[in-house]
């Protein structure tokens, strides 16, 4: 006996009754984006595996340990996208977007990790993208940070809390860092494993620990934002007091450093109690040198990436209204003449009413059974056209959720009558 085809494990499939809330969310997102004068780019799945490494870093857990990477035939090593930052600049510099440019930009699509799936994270997951290059001021931060808050808000979810840190210039971080390493091997043999492997190769990202015993070291650790320049103190105070301004509450955290090694200055996350360990649903940061260090121009730049699952997630939980799935009317058709009529007057119907979602029998069958296939698909109204109906131009509208008797009507009114009972506009 042949196994079983499934989904490979951590990569999942939508279902039509799931995909409301993902085309929710994304004509919310373009309609946001679009207001704050963003341009969608689009971006192939595939990229040369050195992209990733020279951006994202050689001695992150998404290089080291979470890409999936291949030789294809030519030789050629190559990975499936772990995020869509690298992307984005190695678009811009291959195209010439940064040359004395600004440039807002989003996009979106599926994105690969290798990691241990759990509820909120999976090895094949989505992510909206959003980059503004060119702006070094930290009113870009404010608008950057803004913008996800208005997010939020256009789609009705709540209960967000925002997370905020600056690490400074590279050269902040740099001297940061050693103190955090000097500090640290004085402990190390009480340290998890994953923390002294980081320790030699990423030491910021113990912060990011989740082990107790290794956070209560770090409760003596010194802290980056008490190792600022002058500079990054005041770019960072900027961004607060914008932040402020607009009524966007945030709490400061100077454990947050970020993943990605490009990071500079201003990092944050968006963070939900509701989704359990995986809590972050939206995060990001300054990257000011991350283009040059990919061979275009010197480029500020900075963005932020949202969990499509996750934030789907919350929507389901905190009962969001999304848009009606499924048809409005099911159109019943039998006989020879009334097949072809009924295919004719259908056309005519979606041309007429923008926004009619109309499903045609097809497959033939009793009226007794198209009409079970009618109440089984969720539609409001049956129209009901035999041959009889045909020869006389009028069809039957038989409501399918007890809301009166059903009636004849004749098929030059039907248009105007179906745009009433469903409030739809009606074209000439």
């Not at 979106?108 to 509820?119: M, W």
């Not at 999304?322 to 056309?347: I, K, S, W």
């Not at 198209?370 to 109906?389: F, H």
């Not at 409501?399 to 074209?427: I, K, N």
Request: proline share 6%; with cysteine.
């Amino acid at each position: 006996m042949s196994q079983k085809i499934q989904a490979v494990r951590g990569m999942n499939d939508v279902l039509p009754s799931d995909a409301p809330a993902w085309q929710r969310l994304h004509a919310v997102a373009a309609e946001v984006f679009a207001a704050y004068g963003y341009a969608e780019i689009r971006l192939p799945v595939v990229e040369r595996s050195e992209l990733f490494k020279r951006a994202v870093g050689e001695v992150t857990d998404v290089v080291e340990k979470e890409m999936y990477s291949f030789e294809d035939r030519g030789g050629e090593r190559l990975s499936l996208r772990p995020e869509l930052t690298a992307g984005v600049v190695r678009a811009g510099i291959e195209h010439g977007l940064f040359f004395n440019r600004q440039q807002r930009l989003w996009c979106s699509g599926p994105v690969f990790r290798y990691e241990r799936p759990q509820a909120g994270r999976y090895r094949q997951f989505h992510q909206l993208d959003v980059e503004a290059f060119g702006i070094a001021t930290p009113d870009l931060d404010v608008e950057i940070i803004a913008l996800a808050e208005a997010l939020f808000r256009r789609l009705g979810v709540g209960g967000f809390r925002l997370q905020l840190n600056s690490l400074g210039t590279p050269a902040v971080r740099a001297a940061y860092r050693a103190k955090l390493v000097d500090y640290l091997r004085r402990f190390e043999s009480s340290l998890d494993e994953d923390s002294r492997r980081r320790l030699s190769t990423n030491p910021l990202r113990v912060l990011d620990s989740k082990v107790p015993g290794t956070r209560a070291i770090l409760e003596g650790a010194p802290q980056l934002p008490d190792h600022l320049d002058a500079p990054s103190r005041a770019h960072f105070e900027t961004v607060q007091r914008g932040l402020s301004d607009l009524g966007i509450a945030y709490a400061l955290n100077p454990r947050l450093v970020r993943g990605l090694d490009y990071y500079t200055h201003t990092v944050f996350e968006w963070t939900s109690t509701a989704l359990g360990a995986q809590d972050a649903v939206c995060a990001g940061g300054r990257y000011d040198g991350l283009v040059e260090q990919l061979g275009g121009p010197p480029t500020p730049g900075i963005g932020f990436a949202i969990g499509v699952e996750r934030l789907v997630l919350l929507m389901r939980a905190q009962e969001v209204p999304l848009p009606e799935a499924g048809p409005q009317v099911y159109f019943c058709r039998f006989g020879e003449r009334a097949d072809p009529a009924a295919a004719q007057l259908a056309e005519t119907l979606r041309r007429r009413l923008p926004g009619l979602r109309l499903l045609l029998n097809a497959g033939g069958g009793a009226l007794k059974t198209q009409l079970r296939r009618a109440d089984a698909s969720g539609a409001r109204y049956a129209l009901i056209l035999g041959d009889d109906e045909a020869a006389a131009g009028r069809v039957q509208v038989k409501s399918l959720r007890g809301e009166g008797e059903p009636r004849s009507v004749a098929v030059s009114e039907l248009p105007a009558q179906l745009a009433e009972l469903l409030e739809l506009p009606l074209l000439s």
